[in-house]
């Protein structure tokens, strides 16, 4: 079977006002404001039948999912595997984010990019761990756009060694703002039981262990906010849970079958489901998700 081979796309985006808004107009005299982010794109195999969009954890990027992409567009899906802001080959300080206003509008210009040759075709979105998370803020704040939506591993309990001020004397002297690098703080052992997995995230140079103060509560607001609100997004919701999953309990996952999801527990799963063993048979209950979902 032929591999399929991608193509990037630098979207040339506008820049974030601290809240995550956008920031000021670009203007042909100036690049002042412009924002370039990193969008590895797929094309389906044969007639297109829709979008898929997939978004990466914390520390990650989207490259790490070629071959989950390559199998969508076997059924057809012309997908997308951004770089979020401050993640691999896309501009920006290294894990930082200005929050869901953000990466909801990226999100958005990733799918539009996607489906400008296909107004009225299904969008699919899948998101992994962290990238769950803004998968799930997303749909519900544009609902009705996704037709089918995948939560590999959502982490609903942001748990990050955010920066805190020091105390005593330091601290009326110095000032943690909202840039203030961080430490995702997640061991291999956790992502993956696999040896070559581990060895893999290890040696990746595009992968990082930063976040920023203001990604880290943006990442706890969210937390505390959407899961409740799944039924708005106006799509079929999928979880899938490794079992052996240290960042994200059964516990956690209820809240989102409470509202409406369904989900899929993979036995022995750590937090990565599409690396090493059980990745292939990950893949193929996404595809079959989206293929029974991903209609209008």
């Not at 404001?33 to 954890?57: M, N, Q, S, Y």
């Not at 920006?92 to 958005?108: F, K, N, Y």
């Not at 959502?154 to 748990?159: A, Q, T």
Request: charged share 20%.
């Amino acid at each position: 079977m032929a591999t399929v081979d991608y193509t990037v796309t630098n979207l040339e985006l506008r820049a974030s006002s601290d809240s995550g808004e956008a920031a000021q107009a670009l203007t042909h005299q100036s690049m002042e404001g412009l924002f370039l982010l990193h969008v590895k794109e797929l094309a389906a195999a044969g007639e297109p039948r829709g979008g898929a969009t997939l978004v990466h954890d914390a520390g990650d990027h989207g490259g790490r999912y070629l071959e989950l992409a390559r199998r969508l567009t076997r059924d057809g899906w012309a997908a997308a595997l951004p770089d979020l802001r401050g993640h691999g080959e896309s501009e920006g300080e290294r894990g930082h984010g200005a929050g869901i206003t953000e990466v909801s509008r990226d999100l958005a210009e990733v799918q539009n990019h996607l489906s400008y040759r296909l107004p009225n075709a299904p969008r699919v979105m899948l998101g992994q761990g962290l990238g769950a998370l803004y998968g799930l803020a997303f749909a519900v704040e544009n609902p009705g756009t996704l037709q089918a939506l995948v939560l590999a591993a959502p982490l609903l309990r942001p748990e990050f060694d955010l920066p805190t001020a020091p105390g005593g004397l330091r601290g009326m002297f110095k000032k943690v703002g909202p840039r203030a690098p961080g430490s995702i703080g997640w061991t291999p052992q956790q992502w993956s039981a696999d040896e070559d997995t581990r060895s893999a995230l290890a040696a990746d140079p595009l992968r990082h262990d930063i976040i920023t103060l203001r990604a880290g509560q943006e990442a706890q607001r969210a937390a505390q906010q959407f899961p409740e609100r799944l039924a708005q997004c106006e799509a079929a919701v999928l979880v899938m849970l490794g079992t052996e999953d240290p960042l994200v309990s059964s516990g956690d996952a209820e809240r989102l079958v409470a509202a409406g999801a369904v989900l899929l527990l993979v036995e022995g799963g750590r937090h990565d489901l599409f690396h090493g063993p059980g990745a292939e048979e990950a893949g193929e209950r996404v595809a079959a998700w989206f293929d029974e979902h991903g209609k209008f």
